[in-house]
C-alpha cells in the first residue's frame, strides 16, 4: 500500500491534471463505461458530523473514497472536511 498525504499529492496534482481527472470522470460515470455503486450516508459520533462511502469502478479502475465533515473542528482549529482515496489493485482486489 501507498499512502501519500496532503503534502505530497500538492506536489504531484496540478490543478490541469485534476481538472483532466475529474473530467473524465464525470464523462465514464454518464456513460456505460462505469458502475456506480449506491452511496451510504451516516452519523459521525459527534452533533452534526456525518461521513460517507462511495465507490465505483471501471474496467480498470476500482476504488472508493470517505468522506468526513466535522464541524467541531473549526473551534479546533482544524479542516472539518477530510477525504481519503482508496484504488485498488484491479486483478488482485488489494489495496
Known amino acids: 500500500m501507498i499512502f501519500l ?3 505530497q499529492t500538492a ?3 496540478s490543478n490541469e491534471l485534476a481538472y483532466h481527472a475529474v473530467k473524465d470522470a464525470f464523462i465514464a460515470a454518464v456513460s456505460d463505461k462505469a ?3 449506491p452511496v451510504v450516508n451516516a452519523a459521525g459520533t459527534m452533533p452534526g458530523s456525518t461521513f460517507s ?3 465505483a469502478c471501471t474496467e ?6 470517505t468522506g468526513s465533515y466535522w464541524p467541531q473542528n473549526i473551534a479546533l482549529g ?4 477530510g ?3 482508496f484504488l485498488l489493485d484491479s486483478d488482485n482486489g488489494s489495496l
Open 11 to 13: 506536489t504531484l496534482i
Open 35 to 37: 458502475t456506480l455503486f
Open 53 to 55: 462511502l462511495k465507490s
Open 60 to 65: 480498470s479502475i476500482v476504488g472508493c473514497n
Open 78 to 81: 482544524r479542516p472539518c472536511h
Open 83 to 85: 477525504t481519503t482515496i
Open 5 to 7: 498525504n496532503e503534502e
